[in-house]
C-alpha cells in the first residue's frame, strides 16, 4: 500500500484526501516509511533531518480540517482552492527556514540552528495543506553542482546510487526520483534545481526571478537565487508553484502580479504552431553525444507533432560562465559576512583573543572549502581597483546576455536545448577539479543570468560511456518572463509526446 501512495501524482493525492478517500495521516505514514526504507546518511543521502513527529501532527491537523469543513458543506471548488496540497508530502531544502526543525544549509557553520520562522514559501505549503516530511541534503549554502560539498554526507543518485544526482538542490531531487516525497522545493540561482532534475529523470522548475518570495530562503546570490520546486511531471509542478507564487511585501524583488494557471486542456495538441527556438552554441564543443542525440531526436518528434523549430545564434552565451562565477562569488561574499560567530550559528573561541580571530577561527571551522573558495573570489571582484574590471564588467555581459533572449523572443515562442550537456558522473570524478565542476551548470546559467523561467523535463535515458545503467536525459524550456503559464502549456504537451520516466 505504501508504494501503491508513493507512485500516484501529487494531483491524485490531494484530490483523495480532499474527498475522504484517503487520508492525510495515511500518506504521511507511507511516505516516512518510504524514508525509512530508501533514505539515510550509508544509502540516499537525501534528507539531513526526517520530520516524522511534525509530518504525523501536520497531517491530523490537515485531516481534522478537511473533516470539519466538509461537515459545514464546503463546496468541492472551495476546498480544491484552500487545500491544493491536501496531504501531500513535501521535501524542503535544507536552505529554507523552518519554525522549530533545524535549518543548516548542509554546514556546519548551522549545524544545530533551529529558526524562529518558517519561509513565506513554507507558510504557504502548510496553509495549502501540504505536509512537509523533512530537510534535504544539499550543497553547503547552495554552492555547488552535485552535492558532494554537503558538510555531512554525499546524496546518491537512485538510478545509480554511485553517480551524483547533480545540484545544489540534490536531495530534494532525490527525494521525488525516489519516490520518498511527492514533491519537494529547492532553489536555483544557476541551475541548482533543472540539472538535478535532468540528471535524477524528473521536472524541475524555475521561475522568473520576483514571481515567489525569498523570504526565509537562506542567501547565496541576492540577484539570482529563486525558489524553485521539483515534481514527477509537469502537472504537479505547475501545482506547487501556484501554490508558493505570489506577492510577499517581506520581500522587496517579489513583484505584485497577478499567479494565473495554466490550462493543460489541449494536451499534445498545445504543441501545434508554436515556434521553438534551438541555439546553435547550446550544442557545442563538450556535450556528451548521446545527450545531443536524445535532445536532437525529442526536438525532431516535436517537429513532427507540428511545432516549427526555428535555428537561432545567441552569440553572448559563451560568457555565461564567465559572468556567474564573479556575480554569484561577489554576492555571497557579502551575504555570508553574516555568520560571524556573534549573532548565530557556530562560535569558535569567543574567550580568547580580538574579535578579528573570533570571526577568522569561526569561518575557518564552519565552512567548507567551496564556500570559502567563492568568498575569497568574490571579495577580490569587489575589492578597491578591482571592482570596475570584473563586477561592472560582469554586469553588463549579462545586460548583453538578456539582450539575446529578448530577439529570440521575438521570432519563437519558446526555446529549447540541452539541461546537461552531460548524463550524471561519478560521485568523486569531478571534486578535485572545480572548472569541470563550473561547467556542469553551462546550459542552465543563461536563463538565471536572465532572471527568466525555465523548465527541464526527461527526454528519455542514455547509456553513456563507462554507465552500467541507463541514465536520464533532460530538456530544458525557457519562457518569456513572467509567462510561467504559456511554458507550462508547452511543457505539458512536450510531456505527453515523450512520457515521463519512473526511476527502477
Known sequence: MSDDVMSLSASEIAADVRSGKRSALSVARASLAAIAAKDGPGALGAFLTVDAEGALAAARTVDDALAAERAKGTSEATLAERFALAGVSVAVKDAFTTRGLRTTCASKMLEAYVPPYDAHVVGRLRERGAVIVGKTNMDEFAMGSSTENSAFYPAKNPWDTTRTPGGSSGGSAVAVSARLSHLSLGSDTGGSVRQPAALTGIVGFKPSYGRVSRYGLIAFASSLDTVSPFAANVRDAELIHSAIAGHDPHDATCVDRPVDRADFSRGAKAIEGVRIGVPKEYFAEGMDPAVGASIREALAKLERAGAKLVELSMPHTSYGIAAYYVLAPAECSSNLARFDGVRYGLRKG???????????????????????????????????????????????????????????????????????????????????????????????????????????????????GDAGSALPVGLQLVGRA???PALFETAYAVESLLGTLRCP
Open 350 to 464: 569567543a574567550d580568547k583573543g580580538s574579535i578579528d580571530e573570533l570571526y577568522g577561527r569561526t569561518r575557518e571551522a564552519g565552512f567548507g572549502p567551496e564556500v570559502k573558495r567563492r568568498i575569497l573570489l568574490g571579495t577580490f571582484a569587489l575589492s578597491e581597483g578591482y571592482y570596475d574590471a570584473f563586477y561592472g564588467k560582469a554586469q553588463k555581459v549579462r545586460t548583453l546576455i538578456r539582450q539575446d533572449f529578448d530577439r529570440a523572443f521575438e521570432h519563437v515562442d519558446v526555446i529549447a536545448t540541452p539541461t546537461s550537456p552531460v548524463p550524471a558522473w561519478k560521485l568523486g570524478e569531478r571534486t578535485s577539479d572545480p572548472l569541470a565542476m563550473y561547467l556542469a551548470d553551462v546550459c542552465t546559467l543563461p536563463a538565471s543570468l536572465a532572471g527568466l523561467p525555465a523548465l527541464s523535463l526527461p527526454t528519455g535515458t542514455v547509456r553513456s
Open 482 to 484: 513572467f509567462e510561467e
